[in-house]
């Protein structure tokens, strides 16, 4: 049974936090928490498990890595070697360092030992790192079950795990080593999901790994950001390249992200740009972790200022200062639109979005409206003007009485014509009980052949059940046809 409970907290003081812990928020200007915050971190204090639901850039980083250095602070002990206390999965590189540097700066008094586990580097020092145990680990899936495999790591003595962007985490992608994982872990644990989406499908498959869960959420599901300014522009799928670079040439951005749906796409916009003059950068699973790092350094740092992405980095880039999130292709997935438009307008900031939709991605288009539930602002690329709105119009018939065609594609040649119009003829007359038609012309003809009535008649001459008139003839074909094969030739 999931618990709804809503606790009114002004100030981090009044969470009954570890004094290192408040210090550290203290040094960081931490005051009021967020919604989430607020809702979520009592229960974990409390040892409940947690299904938390909000939008990208609320503070949900912090709504468990709080109760859970305070639950370190007043417990205690060392690990046991190729162990950990606190597991922590996430499915990007990028959201795994920043969770990483979360913890770091809430626990920088505890002296908490934090490790990272995430691919795309060597496995040897992380091999090293978690020889002697640590306190929280935070991993993705591939790489942790790698550590397990290589039996650098056991996952027996965990106590708390947390699944950071759960939706994805438990979708198709990721369910198995998910599966996998949940099997090596105590049955006496605590268990937190956070997301900013959280499907019904996805959560009762969470349920079956939750204890009595505590369901928080601060807003609507699916739902996009308030200070977000959203329109579509509606352009040919070649026109892109020249638009998008309008827009960076033309409007006031300090940071844009411009998200594209795979990953050849991604580096083709970066040459585009090139030929444009304006600098950008590329970022997605084909990079190595070194090349991910730094071009995300150059965006924090300002040095450029748009990041061509994959929807690989829509959960795991946090940079302040992001004004615009560019859609160069729109996601086949609704759920991917919330948490790329989730890039900009954080800690109350403003920000823009702004999709680019051909003709092929207009049934994607309807699915992130139906999921937002709002009708996003329309404009014609070519001329800019507004696009209003239109109510779907039935299909055109083919027919030229113009009767529906009940959904049966119009065959192209004519022998397939006149035999759809036979069999409509047939259908009509059916129904009617007249005789049926052929073309619309002449009556149909019938058989006068009499069924064979004699049973030595039958199947050729025999009586045999078995053997039809027609393989009967087959095989006598067949003899002949060896009798004439095996003959002498003519001398």
Known sequence: MLHERSYLLTAFLDLGLAEPITRALVEERYETPTPIQAQTIPHVLAGRDVVGIAQTGTGKTAAFALPILNHIANNRRRPERKTCRVLVLSPTRELSGQILDSFKTYGRHLKVSVCLAIGGVPMGRQIRALSNGCEVLVATP????????????????????????????????????????????????????????????????????????????????????????????????????????NILKSEPIDRAIVFTRTKHGADRVVRQLGQQGLAAEAIHGNKSQGQRERALAAFRNGKIKTLIATDIAARGIDVDGITHVINFDLPNVPESYVHRIGRTARAGAEGTAISFCDREERAYLRDIEKLIRMTLPSTDGRTGQPIEAKAEQPARSNRPDGRPDNGKPKPRNRAGQRRRRRDQAAKAAGASGQPGHNNGHQHERKSTAKPFTNPQRQNGGTAEPGLSSVGFMRDGRSERRGKRQHAQAPR
């Open 142 to 245: 591939g790489r942790l079950l790698d550590l397990v495999n290589s039996r650098a790591l056991t996952l027996d003595k965990v106590e708390i795990l947390v699944l950071d962007e759960a939706d994805r985490m438990l979708d198709m992608g990721f369910i198995h080593d998910i599966r996998r994982i949940v099997a090596m872990l105590p049955a006496q644990r605590q268990t937190l999901f956070f997301s900013a989406t959280m499907a019904r499908e996805t959560e009762d498959l969470g349920r079956l790994m939750l204890n009595d869960p505590a369901r928080v959420a601060v807003t609507p599901q699916a739902s996009t950001a308030e200070r977000v300014s959203q329109r579509v522009v509606h352009i040919d799928k070649s026109g892109k390249a020249e638009l998008l670079a």
